[in-house]
């Protein structure tokens, strides 16, 4: 009775624990808001200022899909790796034909004792891995999402200085460095 509720107690800790490893991260940044601007040196600046936003929210992609990826990777290496445990604990039966054939028995009972906890804590890892890469999914959602709003808030901002600037000043507006 006590191994289920220890069991039940530890599978609850490595979700929690795989959230809060999928949670690291901003998620997507809300860009800034444009201002209704009547000068050009304003428009000017929402443009700058929504261009920065637009980097801001290229690194949050960026960085969310490394996260996605890494932990993907490691979830996967988990599972060969529990995969393989598994069928060592399988080739018990042949254990028992290594034992008749003079390999040590400690060796062959320390593995079969061993095995199921190796195996149970594998799986512990791999629930919280698996949880972590749903985490970092929704993570990666948003983060896209607020690139996309980047990406029509910088629109808005260019219509600002079409706007409010003459064809010699949007020119020189669009023509500044970029910030990232």
Do not use: H
């Not at 601007?37 to 960085?63: F, I, P």
């Not at 690139?147 to 706007?163: K, P, W």
């Amino acid at each position: 009775m006590w191994v289920i509720i220890i069991s039940i107690v530890l599978v609850a800790g490595a979700i929690a624990a795989g959230y809060a490893a999928g949670g690291a991260g901003r998620g997507g940044a809300e860009p800034g808001n444009n201002s209704t601007v009547s000068d050009c040196e304003s428009a000017c600046d929402q443009w700058d200022a929504r261009r920065a936003d637009l980097c801001a929210a290229e690194l949050d992609v960026t960085n969310a899909e490394a996260v996605r990826d890494t932990t993907k990777d490691i979830l996967l290496a988990l599972l060969g790796l529990k995969f393989a445990a598994l069928a060592t604990m399988l080739a018990g039966g042949a254990a028992t034909a290594a034992a008749a054939a003079g390999v040590s028995a400690a060796i062959l009972n320390v593995i079969a004792t061993l095995g199921p906890f190796a195996i149970a804590a594998i799986a512990l890892v791999i629930a919280a891995l698996t949880t972590a890469l749903a985490r970092a999914a929704i993570i990666l959602g948003k983060a896209r999402q607020a690139l996309t709003d980047a990406r029509q808030a910088l629109n808005a901002a260019r219509q600002l200085v079409n706007d409010n600037c003459t064809n010699e000043e949007s020119t020189a507006c669009f023509e500044r460095p970029a910030p990232c």
